[in-house]
């Protein structure tokens, strides 16, 4: 069938519907629409672009040299591109994807309407937990070593990425490696599941009269959402931390642990490091994604005169780049986290706040002491993603989710 051999080849409703009714209302020349109502058209769906944008489009569209396009070039542009190209050709079009690579930074995927009409927005959910789970399960190691590294490396104590895996296989044996990843991986569905229903609630009560969001508020509501789910699962980011960190014998389980830190520590201990935590998402998302538009726009302005599709190698660079440039600037507030979360933990340690544990870590270790760990977090990102993205696309083709 057609749906079998061209899978990702069909008209985008809400584009054909929106390019149906500006072409329906075009008050020069009804049936045929130019780039001001390109603008219109694109506004509609909550997507805001430039003249000179708009002109691309209309160049890549227009077959015949009128400088206005009518339906049937309307149609046959979208029919006839892939998914990703449409997607390409839009000045504000999602590209964060559901998946994992074990930060809890991002802010939440978006869903259209007819993916929640079909229900593929929970199979892309349970998809996107269960790749998820493989990839952190396969990058644990490495999740420990960053945090071993942020809480014990020092001036005095100069760990590297060798000494901190031999340090950990000599006190725990190689099964040491994946401690803390029982609720790592735990956590996954719970803080998936309150950040989608939180985003819709907020994108409810943001939108008003409005039809859709701009980018900026969907930002606003994205980091919000983040926030919120994040206040609500936090003890398990605790106990993440604890339990990582832990000595052979130390607790004899999850529950151990909490139990513990509610005896000794009480229940504000749950919530250590919440507002380094919580002010970690505004840079993390913000420069990732002001950084993945100058980027992508400094691209077409400088090498693509006559298309708006800056092509998927190049959204894949300006991904790379902003995310890593959203994670150097959140990082020093990652790592007080962690510190804030293990101070109790931490025989002789100093039982700082977030600004005394900041000045504290300038003043011994300098500015590099903000970034401590931070080799062994960017070598597990290519495995993180590349686990993610083969077992995502499988856990959507066995759920039946055709695309995204």
Known sequence: SRGQRYPMLFLDPLIAASGLRILE???IFPGHIDVSEIQQSFRAL????????AEKILHSMDRDGTMTIDWQEWRDHFLLHSLENVEDVLYFWKHSTVLDIGECLTVPDEFSKQEKLTGMWWKQLVAGAVAGAVSRTGTAPLDRLKVFMQVHASKTNRLNILGGLRSMVLEGGIRSLWRGNGINVLKI???????????????RAILGQQETLHVQERFVAGSLAGATAQTIIYPMEVLKTRLTLRRTGQYKGL????????EREGPRAFYRGYLPNVLGIIPYAGIDLAVYETLKNWW?????HDSADPGIL???ACGTISSTCGQIASYP?????????AQASIEGGPQLSMLGLLRHILSQEGMRGL?????????????AVSISYVVYENMKQALGVTSR
Do not use: H, W
Request: glycine content about 4%; overall charge positive.
């Open 333 to 341: 507030l990652a790592l007080v986290r962690t510190r804030m979360q």
């Open 25 to 27: 209302a075009a008050p």
């Open 300 to 304: 077409l302005q400088q090498y693509s």
């Open 255 to 262: 529950l151990d642990c909490a139990r513990r830190i509610l």
């Open 46 to 53: 909550g997507i805001s672009i430039t003249l000179e944008q």
């Open 189 to 203: 569905a719970p803080e998936s599941a309150i950040k989608f229903m939180a985003y819709e609630q907020i994108k």
């Open 314 to 316: 190049v959204l894949l």
């Open 371 to 383: 970034y401590r760990g931070i080799a062994p977090n960017f070598m597990k990102v290519i495995p």
